[in-house]
């Protein structure tokens, strides 16, 4: 199957901007960058709109959604827009019992650690996920040639957090899972690599310009690990968009092991976090692979002098690699300042890319 013909990536919106040129292997006119975690707390104009509202209720909300994507794009000038919603959304949708509790994050009414439990798990039907769809057009509608990057979590996260019920520091739920029970958590890990792999989809087929997974709790995992229990499911996530050919990202935190294997299950770019330096990263993957990353988070309060010299270093570490995007190596850390991100992104525009 093909994208439709009034696809951004079909009509010539984002066909040749400097991301999906810089995906897809090609030199940019101007170095793309964006934040993961760009749309959110950081910025004053997401805390007004966001004012006593419930944060899957604002994800659901096709509208407000929308508004939360395009508030950074507007106000640092990025060169993407990183659609609003959490890793739990496709839970939500398929009729799992979970909420975002502030303070704590994602938690579940009832978690999922046996095979009856996973047997009980309902199925996240196309029809759920028209709210998605609708929020993902009205901002491509909005954004223009600025490409849209759709996203969804990566299985072994979303099946983490679906065992432990809640946000856990060393996720031993999961692994013990692995080893004790691995038929019921290979159940688990497929339903939700159907999951993850539905609700991209539906994202690019309504206009996202490229996909990434994200693995927040990957790097918990040796590679051995990595590769039998997690990577066949973020394989078949991927299996499920590689038809449209759009370029594809996957990231992890704590994954400077994993990168190769990440790759492998049929990523384009692979994005790698603030552990380890970019030249690495490539050397790693035998310079072969796109990169995105990796500015520290910590640095954005630092003096101006010491972040500026960190993004020139993480731009000349990312020239080793056959293209680079500029982000971060995690997310947006809430109490930014906005003026920071914004002249982080000047920065970068003003020094001229590299043909890696």
């Given at each position: ?229 997690a990577a066949p499911a973020s394989t078949l996530a991927f299996s499920r968009v590689k038809d449209l050919g759009v370029p594809l990202v996957h990231f992890g935190t704590g994954t400077g092991e994993l990168l190769t294997a990440m790759r492998d299950c049929g990523a384009d770019v692979v994005g790698v976090d603030y552990r380890l330096e970019l030249a690495e990263a490539n050397r790693r993957l035998g310079g072969q692979s796109v990169l995105q990353g990796n500015i520290d ?60």
């Amino acid at each position: 199957m093909t994208l439709s013909a009034s696809h951004p990536l079909m009509d010539g919106r984002t066909s040749s901007s400097d991301l999906i040129t810089t995906y897809r292997g090609g030199v940019p006119n101007r170095r793309p960058v964006w934040f993961m975690r760009q749309a959110g707390r950081s910025l004053p104009e997401y805390r007004k709109l966001r004012e006593g509202g419930n944060m899957l209720d604002s994800c659901l909300n096709p509208e407000m959604a929308s508004e939360i994507t395009l508030q950074p794009v507007r106000r640092h000038g990025v060169d993407a827009g990183i659609f609003f919603s959490d890793i739990v959304i496709p839970l939500k949708l398929a009729g799992v019992g979970v909420d975002i509790v502030p303070g704590v994050g994602p938690v579940l009414d009832e978690p999922v650690r046996t095979a009856a439990d996973v047997a009980r798990l309902p199925e996240l039907t196309d029809a759920s996920l028209d709210p998605i769809r609708e929020a993902v057009a009205l901002t491509v509608a909005e954004l223009g040639s600025t490409p849209l990057v759709g996203f969804a979590g990566a299985p072994f996260t979303v099946a983490a957090y679906m065992v432990e019920g809640k946000p856990s520091r060393d996720h031993l739920g999961p692994r013990r899972m692995m080893h004790n029970d691995p038929d019921t958590w290979n159940a688990l890990a497929e339903w939700a690599a159907e999951a993850s792999g539905a609700f991209l989809r539906a994202q690019l087929e309504a206009g996202a310009s490229a996909g990434q997974l994200f693995d927040s709790w990957a790097g918990s995992l040796s590679l051995a690990d990595y590769e039998q229990f997690a990577a066949p499911a973020s394989t078949l996530a991927f299996s499920r968009v590689k038809d449209l050919g759009v370029p594809l990202v996957h990231f992890g935190t704590g994954t400077g092991e994993l990168l190769t294997a990440m790759r492998d299950c049929g990523a384009d770019v692979v994005g790698v976090d603030y552990r380890l330096e970019l030249a690495e990263a490539n050397r790693r993957l035998g310079g072969q692979s796109v990169l995105q990353g990796n500015i520290d988070p910590a640095l954005l309060t630092a003096p101006w002098e010491v972040l500026e010299a960190h993004v020139r270093d993480v731009l000349a570490s990312g020239a080793h690699a056959p293209g680079h995007v500029v982000n971060l190596g995690h997310g947006v850390p809430p109490d930014t300042e906005p003026e920071v991100l914004t002249r982080v992104v000047e920065l970068i525009h003003s020094i001229p890319p590299t043909a890696g």
